[in-house]
């Protein structure tokens, strides 16, 4: 967008020059010296912005290492400056270095050593510099402090430490009078006032500003401040009419162009972005933006990717922006340290509301001395971000009081600052509590209640799961105003002193919704459906359904009338074939945000004959919302309908054979084997030979079960092998019959009767996991499940490839390995494949068991829940999982042990599968 502004304007505006990439791929090259580890002791070259160690030089460690590396890293590189900047004062400016920070140029230091890694800073240099010649900068780095209060607050960490200068390092340029800090406080009302600081005292002097709206470029104010003798500090305020408040949904910006007038001459000009909006802690009760109640969608964020560490790109900062959204989404939390500016800029620009944190991973913090610095620096930078909604001051107890008023002071918003894990300006952000926690405080308590890290998402655990039942609680609480994830991805660092392996420092950086490189986890589509702004109402799909979805509009200030919406159906062909698909728009209902409504699908006649709804919800910008699927035929339905089609029924005659061990009955070129002893299937052959399903049905429990009976039932030629099991202190555990169809069909019926309190129930098979390749699978997917985060799948056929993938060890997604919700039918493919299909409603498919974590105490692992001794199995029932801190039964309702109580006219659970082994 051009903005027109006038030519002394123009003149006067900050200038740069870059001496360093804008990221570690731009490969600018500076001289370097590290002082030990590896390539030590001799000068090379380094890319600047980066972390020494991801380009080869010095020691990795982790926070948590005892013996960390102490190396520094000694930089070099020339410059000249324009000849334009001879009456300029001239600074140079880093984004970021760690940690301790020299400076020199030519041979003279400029300024203090600054000490703390992830803040900008600024050293004058203007007396230092040869206008007409090459001037040498100097910049010694050293990876630990030299003051022990910054090593406790950032070294000691649980996150990888790194050394370096890794965020871009220019010359920034100014007049001689020139504007050091500029704060707006920008109200949703209109209202606004701006608030700046010179480097000296100056007399009459006024300020101009000027706002801009930034998608149209038009001027939609003016406003001055009133003259007044000398001074540094200036304020200018206005109200304006007509402007779109910002807010995560609608990041409407403007900007400001200010003007420091003297005598007629501007003296400096700057530009800021902004946004109209309000923040208001109204004690207990919520938190507001806009005078609406908020709910933070939250995750935590590090500034990471695994080539690189802490140097992060413009893109990699879009593409989390763009995920947390996707995720439906709304706040992030820059833990434990402030973002990059471009990753503020973008969730300006995007939409997301920010938690801005102070380094303390945990107590202590920063003492007062060197920590105050670092408060102006983090609040100078940042105070103009509309996506910055709080100050954080430290972490689970890296809190230091003395700061408190420090922000107050330096921000013209006056937000409220919050201390994750403590209870601060009315806002409770205790962290890791289990459902439903408190006496008098958090999910119980009379205070605005936040955690700031809650569902650790250790390896496959948390994150999704639990989510379901903690969110509802909390959308029943009026004093609940979110949470936020632990945390967005894991930490794998690429080991350039190893071989290239990505290390997660075992179970420590494991925990994200999304892998090093943002492969996505199951939780990830969980989080989707259940913080879906548009969400879908449970419903059953019945033969007298009238086209009516009920939805909520859980949008701040969105109507759904802005949103897009349609509809597909889908008919299941064959494993090999695409199903047949029709799609059709849906009208966008009128639904204020807060209500409830209804989606009205314009049905074809026909919309019975197919298998499956799928309803999809997008935003005003195109980008889907959720796909949310319904289920219109029953699995019996579509089973019988394809196995109908495959294998018609037939005449041939089924032949019945006994030896001393089995029943062997065959037909239609099959042949199998059922144990007299157990009932349990022995060999099943086809023309191919031998398919290597067998040793089921066998029942799911933690309970011995006796074989009472084994026999074989001949009816009209058609054979059924019945077999009944008994507990082993009393009572029937569970009875199943094998059938034999002419068509080769083999048909299994079983019911059992669980008893009361168990973690899952069901029958399970053994069947080899070598040279597996993959399935064709029709269910929920394409990701597992477990029973506490069954949202999230939608019911489609998906071409599952084989692969062992251990969430947060080998990022091979989705998993192949677990259990799927809503399983209709299946083809294994491998040497010897084979199809089965279930005849019953919400029946689970057990698909081999997943490798178990191997950096982790099997001990108190509470992410790998139990699975069937058996490597394929239907369930009914299936267990939860936990988290990092937490067994699942602590997570809620859904958490819980199953509850079985059988009753007159529903006595056991009972169900039917059909296994094809024709080729």
């Not at 003051?147 to 996150?159: I, L, P």
């Not at 406003?223 to 007044?228: C, D, G, L, V």
């Not at 944190?357 to 102006?376: D, K, M, R, S």
């Not at 033969?543 to 009516?548: A, E, H, L, R, S």
């Amino acid at each position: 967008m051009l903005f027109l502004f006038s030519a002394p304007i123009w003149a006067q505006e900050t200038e740069t020059l870059m001496l360093s990439g804008a990221a570690p791929e731009d490969d600018v090259l500076w001289d370097f010296y590290c002082t030990d580890g590896r390539k030590s002791g001799e000068w090379s070259k380094i890319r600047v912005p980066s972390c020494w160690e991801t380009e080869g030089f010095g020691t990795y460690n982790y926070g948590h290492d005892q013996n960390k590396a102490s190396e520094k890293g000694i930089y070099r590189t020339t410059f000249k400056v324009p000849k334009s900047w001879k009456d300029k004062r001239v600074f140079v400016v880093f984004e970021g270095s760690m940690t301790d920070t020299k400076v020199k140029l030519n041979g003279k230091q400029a300024g203090t050593v600054h000490q703390g890694s992830f803040y900008r800073f600024k050293r004058e240099i203007t007396d230092l510099i040869e206008p007409k010649a090459e001037n040498q900068l100097e910049v010694e780095v050293s990876k630990m402090s030299s003051n022990e209060s910054v090593n406790k607050a950032e070294r000691n960490a649980d996150f990888w430490i790194f050394g370096g200068i890794y965020r871009p390092v220019y010359l920034e340029a100014v007049p001689k009078t020139f504007v050091t800090y500029t704060a707006i406080d920008a109200k949703h009302d209109g209202s606004i006032t701006t608030e700046l600081n010179l480097d000296k005292a100056v007399s009459d002097t006024q300020v101009n500003v000027e706002i801009f709206d930034e998608a149209s470029g038009k001027k939609v104010g003016e406003f001055q401040s009133k003259n007044a003798g000398s001074q540094k500090t200036f304020k200018a305020s206005s109200k304006l009419e007509g402007i779109k408040p910002w807010s995560a949904e609608s990041p409407q910006r403007y900007l400001a162009v200010i003007s420091i007038n003297s005598k007629g001459k501007t003296l400096h000009s700057i530009n800021e972005k902004f946004g109209f909006r309000t923040v208001e802690v109204r004690k207990h009760d919520g938190i507001y933006i806009n005078d609406k109640k908020i709910r933070f969608k939250g995750v935590n964020r590090h500034c990471f990717w695994p080539s690189t560490g802490r140097s992060v790109s413009k893109a990699q900062s879009l593409l989390d922006i763009k995920l947390i959204k996707e995720m439906n989404m709304n706040a992030v939390r820059s833990s434990h340290y402030p973002p990059d500016k471009h990753f503020l800029e973008l969730c300006d620009s995007l939409g997301l509301y920010v938690i801005d944190e102070l380094t303390a991973w945990q107590h202590p913090p920063y003492n007062t001395e060197v920590g105050t610095p670092l408060v102006h620096e983090m609040v100078e930078r940042d105070v103009n971000h509309p996506s910055v909604i709080f100050w954080a001051n430290g972490n689970e107890g890296g809190h230091n009081q003395d700061f408190d008023p420090i922000f107050k002071e330096l921000d013209i918003q006056k937000r409220p600052v919050i201390k994750p894990y403590g209870l601060n300006d009315g806002i409770n952000t205790v962290h890791y509590i289990s459902y439903n926690s408190g006496i008098k405080d958090m999910f119980n308590g009379r205070d605005i209640f936040m955690p700031t890290e809650i569902l650790h998402g250790l390896y496959d655990g948390g994150h999704g799961a639990g989510l379901d039942d903690y969110w509802n609680l909390m959308l029943s609480n009026p004093l609940a105003a979110g949470m936020f994830l632990w945390d967005l991805a894991d930490e794998g660092i690429v080991r350039t002193d190893k071989n290239g392996i990505l290390d997660t420092d075992k179970s420590h950086g494991a925990d994200g919704i999304l892998g090093p490189y943002r492969e996505k986890e199951g939780s990830f589509y969980t989080i989707k459906e259940i913080w879906s702004p548009v969400y879908f109402e449970k419903k059953y799909i019945t033969p007298q359904w009238n086209g009516k979805l009920p939805i909520q509009n859980r949008y701040d200030f969105t109507n759904t009338q802005e949103c897009k919406f349609s509809y597909a159906l889908k008919r299941f062909i064959s494993f090999d074939d695409n199903p047949e698909t029709k799609e059709f728009p849906i009208s966008s209902p009128n639904i204020a945000p807060g209500n409830d409504g209804e989606l009205v699908l314009d049905l074809p006649k026909d919309w019975q004959e197919y298998d499956v709804l799928l309803v999809t919800a997008k935003d005003a910008n195109g980008n889907e919302i959720l796909t949310k699927s319904y289920e219109l035929n029953a699995p019996a339905f579509f089973s019988e309908r394809i196995l109908s089609l495959k294998n018609p029924e037939s005449t041939t005659e089924i032949k019945k054979l006994e030896n001393d061990s089995a029943f062997v009955l065959s037909a239609s070129g099959i042949t199998v084997d059922i144990s007299k002893k157990t009932g349990l299937l022995k060999t099943v052959k086809n023309s191919s030979g031998i398919i290597p399903l067998n040793e089921g049905p066998v029942f799911v429990t933690n309970r011995d079960v006796v074989c009472k009976k084994v026999s074989l039932k001949n009816e009209n030629d058609s054979y059924t092998v019945d077999a009944h099991y008994d507990y082993a202190d009393g009572g029937t555990a569970y009875r199943f019959s094998w059938k034999l169809q002419s068509n080769g069909i083999l048909q299994l019926d079983y019911d059992y009767r669980p008893k009361d309190r168990i973690e899952m129930s069901g029958v399970t098979f053994n069947f080899p996991e070598k040279n597996i390749e993959g399935a064709q699978l029709i269910a929920n997917g394409p990701y597992r499940v477990y029973n506490n985060r069954l949202k999230g799948g939608t019911l489609n056929l998906w071409d599952k490839k084989y692969n062992d993938a251990i969430t947060g060890e080998v990022w091979e997604y989705p998993e192949f390995k677990g259990y799927y919700a809503h399983f209709y039918g299946m083809k294994l493919i491998c040497p010897t494949p084979f199809e089965v299909y279930s005849a019953s409603e919400d029946l689970f498919l057990h698909l081999f068991t997943p490798s178990i974590q191997q950096n982790y105490d099997p001990k108190g692992n509470h992410t790998h829940p139990p699975y069937p001794e058996g490597s394929i199995s239907f369930m009914d029932a299936i267990p939860p999982v936990g988290t990092k801190f937490y067994s699942a039964e602590n997570l809620g309702p859904q958490s819980q042990l199953h509850r079985f109580k059988s009753f007159s006219g529903s006595p056991n659970m009972s169900n039917r599968i059909y296994f094809r082994f024709n080729e």
